[in-house]
Each structure stands twice: as structure tokens, then as C-alpha cells.
């Protein structure tokens, strides 16, 4: 279908402005536009509670901020959900990220758990992978406590949020690690060294264009690394059939969009249990502008619906 009119305005809106290329930003630059995009266009659900704690990772304690869905009990044991924010893994906060984890609990009625991971450059690939491991690890042996229920925990993220949310799930359950029930990605990367048809038709133009992802990943990966490494572009791992059922939700303005549902198609092929869905006349991170993208909060309902259908029995 064509470009949702409320995205066509706002890019529209942008391209009138002449940002410069994504190139040419200092991090603190990226990390700031990130910033001020979502608080702009934020909109923040009211949750039963919020609480926020540290856990030890491997080089220092992680910031993890829970959040409980609207008509929570005070203790109840709920599903658990890991969230990885996205901003290319040089960007995002827990506070930029807080409203999409708001919509994502009242949705899908899991208790949220948002792990504030390292960012590269000051710390460079693998140490967010290192990060997402370590908290599932963690998560998981301290579910009782949290409030979570171990036999219902997932993983989750959006963006180059959701690649790590793949990377540390297929990590965890390859080491048989953590029983982790399902994960949930949202408009992620999938494979940075792809050239898709919808990276090539939306290289510019869509919000998040080829020269942000490239100066994201030159900041991600040390000199030399291979952005082919299954660690980094998840689609490439040699073996998908361990991992838990799956929802990948894609836009269709995005030019990630044909990674993400490549990878549903493999997990598929390789007999997991995968929804997938790909939001018409979306752009990429539409669902952190529900503030502008009304569409966006119709999308959370069904990507709520999807997560508990991960949940149910099959």
C-alpha cells in the first residue's frame, strides 16, 4: 500500500531541513538526534509499576529498568520479557526506549525487563553481545525474585536492538544456557552485510538510510572485523532450528524489511514456529513515534497479540 500520509509529511518534513549525511555525525550527534526524535514524538503508556535495578555483567553492573502491565497484582508471577532498545548499538538509552517498553507490557501483559547493554564506540562488538548474555543468564536464575516466570521468558528488542535480542538468543540456547520460550523482534537488522531489494529501492529517504546504518556499524565493529559474522548479522548463523518460536514484525518503508522476513522464512524452513508480519505504509522505528504514527498503536496491539500467541501452548 502507499506511504501512510502522516509518515509522507514527516519525511517530507525532514528532507526540507537538509540533515546532513548520517557519515558526517560525531556519536554524541547520533546519540542526540536519536534522543530527541522519540522524546518528540513519544507517547508514554501508564503501567502498573516501574522499578528499576542493577545486575553484574562482565565488566561492571547493567542498569535494568522493569516495567508491570496495567492491572498487574503487586507480586504476581508474570511472563518475562528481555528487551535490547535500539539506536544502531551506539545509541538509545533505557529513557529513550521507555515508552515503546510501556506499550510492549500493556500489550502483551509480560513484565518488561529493559537492560541498559554497553554502546560501542567506548565499548566495541562483542561487549553488548557479552551484556544481553549475561543479563538473560542472570534474569533467568533470579526469575523467583522478579517476579517472572522462568518457564515463560523471552528476548526481544527493536532495531539493531532486535539483532542483539537474536544474537544473545541464539547464544544462550545454544549453550543451553537459559530456556528461553520465544523472542520477539521488531524491525530488526538481520544481516549487515546484505544488499536487499528493499535496501537498495529505500537506501534513502526512509528515516534510517544506508549512511546511518554504515556509520553505526563503523563505530560497532573494530578495523578488520567481518560484519558477516553470525554474531553480528544473526541471519547467518549456520543453524536456526534450536531457537524458540518467533515473531518478527517488519514496516514496509523500511530498508530492513526484507532481512527480517528472510529470517522468519528460515526459521520456518528449519521448522520453528515464526509469525510474521510486515506493517503496511510503515517506516522504520514508527512504533516510537506514536506521537505522530496513530497507525502505531493498533501495531502494538497485534504485536502484543503475537507475543502471547508465542506464550500459548501449541
Known sequence: MPLDPKARRFLD???????????TLSVDERRAGLAHLLSFFGAADEVATVDQFELPGPEGSLAVRAYAPIGARSGERLPGM??????????????THDPICRSLSNASGCRILSVDYRLAPEHRFPAAVADGCAAA??????????????????????????????????TVT????????????????????????????????????????????????????????????????????????????TAEFDPLRDEGQAYAERLREAGVRTLYRCHPGMIHLFYGMRGLMTYAGAAFRQMGADIRSLLAPP
Not at 82 to 95: C, E, I, M, Q, S
Not at 141 to 150: G, K, Q, T
Not at 201 to 208: C, I, K, P, S, T
Open 174 to 249: 545454544a549453550a543451553g544456557q537459559v530456556p528461553l520460550t520465544f523472542q520477539f523482534l521488531l524491525c530488526p537488522i538481520m544481516d549487515f552485510a546484505a544488499e536487499t531489494e528493499s535496501r537498495r529501492n529505500l537506501a534513502e529517504g526512509y528515516l534510517v538510510d544506508r549512511d546511518t546504518l554504515e556509520h553505526d556499524l563503523k563505530h560497532y565493529l573494530a578495523p578488520g572485523a567481518d560484519r558477516a559474522d553470525p554474531r553480528i548479522s544473526p541471519l547467518r548463523a549456520a543453524d536456526v532450528s534450536p531457537l524458540p518460536p518467533t515473531a518478527v514484525h
Open 137 to 170: 543468564e542472570w534474569i533467568a536464575a533470579h526469575a523467583e525474585e522478579l517476579y517472572v516466570d522462568r518457564e515463560r521468558l523471552g528476548v526481544s528488542g527493536d532495531s539493531a536492538g532486535a539483532t542483539l535480542a537474536a544474537v544473545v538468543c541464539h
Open 82 to 95: 528481555l528487551y535490547f532498545h535500539g539506536g544502531g548499538l551506539v545509541a538509545g538509552t533505557l529513557d
Open 13 to 23: 518534513t525532514l528532507a526540507a531541513m537538509n540533515p546532513p549525511s548520517a557519515l
